[in-house]
């Protein structure tokens, strides 16, 4: 069974502070990995995938198979970033089922 | 063009009851997928379908939960005998499923149904 695990429901940071959101994963396989974002009154959308390899509003994630973990990182945090951050696993290859992790509240205090 | 749209966005309903939840996808998408997400949980996946057809219902959690798709287009999420525990947003989400690709989904606002 494939299961993604976000060990903070809350994470609060200054401005200008580095950031970095954890997230783990199991799956007997290749998976597919994002990291979606809700800002508030707002409806959940794509931040990254892992397979793009590219920085999104500053933020960065990187697969690291190893450690079965996808950390989401931006090195100074901004206001706007203020959001509930949920990290999803899919199986590679086209399959469409997401799986998405329980979510963590980024909370940048100016 | 226009988003993903859902209607109701909230539905209070009574327990034993029957309720039906509309997803209006964006044109062209082929894609169509409904999530449940309760309080303090991240979307957990329900069914997907491409084009009329449900790809992959295994996450329907029993069968008093069904989804159609008849023209391939709009869905409607279906629940009979409606139990507390059903409370939740419900999510729908479509894509333009290009083949052998994941492809971005696109959320709707949700649907927030209270069963009382």
């Known amino acids: 069974a494939q299961r993604v695990t976000q060990p903070e429901k809350l994470l609060s940071v200054f401005k200008g502070a580095p950031v970095e959101l954890k997230c783990n994963y199991s799956y007997s396989g290749s998976p597919e990995l994002f990291w979606y974002v809700q800002y508030s009154r707002q409806r959940l959308q794509l931040l990254l995938r892992?397979?793009s390899r590219e920085s999104i509003k500053g933020f960065t994630a990187d697969l690291n198979k190893g450690e079965t973990s996808f950390h989401l990182k931006k090195p100074f945090a901004q206001e706007e970033d203020s959001a509930m951050y949920y990290c999803a696993l899919s199986k590679s290859g086209g399959y469409q089922k997401v799986t998405f992790g329980t979510g963590t509240k980024l909370q940048v205090i100016p | 063009g226009a988003g993903v749209s859902q209607t109701p966005s909230n539905k209070v309903t009574e327990k034993g009851k029957y309720v039906e939840l509309r997803c209006d996808p964006i044109s062209g998408h082929t894609a169509l997928y409904w999530y449940r997400q309760s309080l303090g949980q991240g979307p957990e996946f329900l069914i997907y379908?491409?084009?009329?057809?449900?790809?992959?219902d295994s996450g329907l959690p029993n069968d008093r939960f069904f989804a159609v798709r008849p023209e391939g287009s709009v869905s409607t999420l279906k629940i009979q005998r409606t139990e507390r525990g059903d409370s939740a947003v419900y999510l729908c989400?479509?894509?333009?499923?290009?083949?052998?690709?994941?492809?971005?989904?696109?959320f709707g606002p949700g649907t927030r149904l209270t069963v009382l």
């Open positions: 892992h397979i």
């Open positions: 379908f491409q084009g009329t057809g449900a790809a992959d």
């Open positions: 989400a479509s894509s333009l499923r290009l083949a052998g690709n994941i492809d971005e989904q696109f």
